[in-house]
């Protein structure tokens, strides 16, 4: 069965860079959409950002737009959130989900996701 584990978050200051990664084991990404998730103290989990499996769809939260972005290397079976200008608000655990199958993807509903990660903790500030 697919197993997702993400890596990579860290502490940061305010205006710096993180790349997160999200890696499978036993099965390969290809019929797979991947989702980035995340949830801070205090507030719901948030869809960030996803990748169809074909990769030729992208979709970003109205809050990371032109400061995250999404890729996906296949020899390394490994879908990558490269999340750069980072601001306080984006402080939380980041999780990798994935949805066998889809044509396309959704950050507005995480239910569509079947296989979760178990996060990844992102802290910006001082």
């Known amino acids: 069965q697919l197993q997702l584990v993400e890596s990579g978050g860290g502490l940061v200051q305010p205006g710096e860079s993180l790349r997160l990664a999200c890696t499978a084991f036993?099965?390969?990404?290809?019929?797979?959409?991947i989702g980035w998730f995340r949830q801070a103290p205090g507030k719901e989990r948030e869809g960030v950002s996803c990748l169809s499996r074909s990769g030729a769809a992208t979709r970003y939260a109205d809050s990371v737009k032109g400061r995250f972005t999404i890729s996906r290397d296949d020899a390394k079976n490994t879908v990558y959130l490269q999340m750069d200008s980072l601001k306080p608000e984006d402080t939380a655990v980041y999780y990798c989900?994935?949805?066998?199958?889809?044509?396309?993807?959704?950050?507005?509903?995480?239910?569509?996701?079947?296989?979760w990660g178990r996060g990844t903790q992102v802290t910006v500030g001082s």
């Open positions: 036993e099965v390969t990404l290809d019929n797979y959409a």
């Open positions: 989900a994935a949805d066998y199958a889809s044509w396309g993807c959704t950050i507005y509903d995480a239910a569509e996701y079947s296989y």
